[in-house]
């Protein structure tokens, strides 16, 4: 699956190159581990990890049932069973439980942070009381730059801003003149990227965009009515951007409530929504790796834990020299009707 996801990345646009150096060093980490795991079977006759005792606590702002952080989540303990850790893992979208959560895995001395920041402002003093209490602390998703100035060692996620960028100029060439951005967390750092550069993408074609707050999917009755209320108010809208796949499923119920005729696209994947893209009712996803989100950073934890051996000395020296890049990159990869239908959710690989 993963030397078919990089051939696709890799033949899909120069956008794509992002997304493909990270899967190329998740390649490598991969083989590192296969090579450690190896050795350490010939050494011990176990084929079982190196233990370790760290702690960890991730502390997300999606709550469960969301499915993109539903897929965070089954990363995260996957690798908490791949590398025997303790693990702590939970999410709110209010980001004051969020504070809570990430200031009590600091009193309960846990050993590794890792946290999204989608209001980094908020996070703060709580993520620098973390550094400073000794935590090895890391972000995924949001709040990258913060993240780096509080004290964060490396960032997991895609670059919003180049997202947005990318998805933008999808846009465009699928024939939008005018796009709606629709945001459903105020406030969200990553989210307003989207929007800004998607939005930039528009200007510099000649055409134009605008933004619309909406309830969330806590309350889908709402939230389709919002978006097919401005579609009927302005028939000359032509494209809605979606920044997760809860929200894009309510806006196909508006496009069509609504009689309107634009063209939708999302971020992140979810069934409904590969079967849409399927179908030609969605144009793309924009593909972030939710899982590796939840996975790798555990694996970056789980690994600098060790004592540099033979066996770990050449993994923990390249670690060191990504996490000196200050990120890994998961996405963007697009989804459309081309490669829809590689993903699992779909019956295929």
């Known amino acids: 699956m993963l030397a078919r996801r990089i051939d696709r990345l890799a033949n899909e646009g120069w956008l794509r190159w992002v997304a493909l150096l990270g899967l190329i060093a998740l390649a490598m980490i991969a083989a590192y581990i296969c090579r450690v795991d190896k050795d350490i079977s010939l050494q011990a006759g176990t084929g079982v990890l190196p233990p370790t005792d760290i702690r960890v606590a991730m502390v997300t702002h999606g709550g469960i049932g969301d499915p993109f952080w539903d897929e965070v989540a089954a990363g995260a303990f996957a690798a908490q069973r791949e590398f025997g850790i303790e693990l702590f893992y939970d999410g709110d979208g209010n980001v004051n439980e969020q504070v809570r959560l990430v ?135 032509d494209g809605i951007l979606a920044l997760n796949s809860g929200i894009a499923e309510l806006a196909l119920s508006a496009i069509e409530s609504s009689g309107s005729t634009a063209k939708l696209a999302t971020f992140d994947v979810s069934p409904a929504i590969l079967t849409a893209i399927e179908a030609g009712d969605v144009l793309f996803a924009v593909d972030q790796q939710a899982y590796l989100q939840g996975f790798l950073p555990i694996a970056f934890a789980y690994f600098r834990s060790l004592e540099a051996d033979a066996a770990t000395s050449g993994i923990l020296a390249g670690m060191e020299r990504w996490a000196a890049t200050g990120r890994l990159v998961t996405g963007p990869g697009f989804v459309d009707q081309s490669n829809v239908r590689r993903f699992p959710q779909l019956g295929q690989d």
Do not use: W
Not at 116 to 135: C, F, H, K, N, Y
Not at 159 to 169: N, Y
């Open 103 to 237: 200031d009590n895995a600091v009193a309960l001395g846990y050993d590794v942070l890792i946290v999204s920041l989608a209001d980094p402002d908020a996070l703060e003093q709580s993520i620098r009381s973390a550094v400073a209490a000794g935590l090895l602390v890391m972000t995924i998703n949001s709040g990258e730059e913060r993240g780096r100035d509080f004290g964060a060692v490396t960032h997991f996620g895609q670059p919003d801003g180049v997202a947005g960028l990318g998805a933008g100029e999808r846009m465009v060439t699928s024939g939008v003149s005018k796009l709606l951005c629709l945001i459903h967390e105020a406030g969200n750092v990553g989210l307003e990227a989207r929007c800004a550069n998607a939005g930039l993408a528009m200007e510099l074609s000649g055409g134009s965009s605008q933004r619309l707050f909406v309830t969330g999917t806590a309350d889908r009755v709402s939230t389709t009515g919002e978006i097919a209320a401005l579609l009927q108010a302005d028939p000359s809208i």
